[in-house]
């Protein structure tokens, strides 16, 4: 919630501080000048993407895809590559907002997992394993871990001992 929201829902300044993590002089601050009208500079902006309009309109015609939106990552590298932008790829995102709006739908979706749960996960369904482990004398214990299997020209060398 904004300070402007919690204010009308009468939440004293110092726990609107509180609650967004700044000091009560910051919260006054910015009622006082809701509160006098004041504009925000920042929002008259131009945007260092909007010279290069005519170029992100051309890509936008030829990537266009009614299942999916564009990707504002594809959309700062052309360009970049093909007419030398040189400003941030945050400032193309922006002028894509400003312009377009927020889509509806992600373009992408990224799903991180913690280091080493993919392999863990792939080991204990057989996958990813030495074949001639078992050969070598390995067994897997109950968590799946091949014991037995050492890296050495003897068995069981720098293997997982079995608990």
Excluded: C
């Amino acid at each position: 919630m904004t300070i402007q929201v919690l204010s009308e829902k009468h939440v004293p300044a110092r726990a609107i501080a509180r609650q967004l993590g700044v000091t009560d002089g910051a919260v006054r601050y910015h009622l006082r000048r809701a509160r006098d009208g004041a504009i925000d500079g920042r929002k008259a902006k131009v945007f260092d993407a909007a010279a290069f309009e005519g170029a992100i309109d051309v890509w936008r015609a030829e990537h266009v895809d009614d299942d999916r939106p564009i990707n504002a990552r594809e959309v700062y590298e052309h360009p970049v590559r093909t007419h030398g932008y040189r400003s941030s790829y945050k400032s193309v995102l922006r002028y894509l907002r400003a312009r377009f709006g927020r889509p509806r739908i992600r373009a992408y979706r990224r799903v991180e997992t913690p280091p080493g749960a993919h392999a863990a996960a792939a080991a204990r369904r057989g996958r990813d394993r030495p074949p001639a482990h078992r050969a070598r004398g390995g067994r897997d214990d109950a968590r799946g871990v091949v014991t037995g299997a050492g890296s050495g020209d003897r068995p069981g060398v720098g293997a997982t001992p079995a608990r």
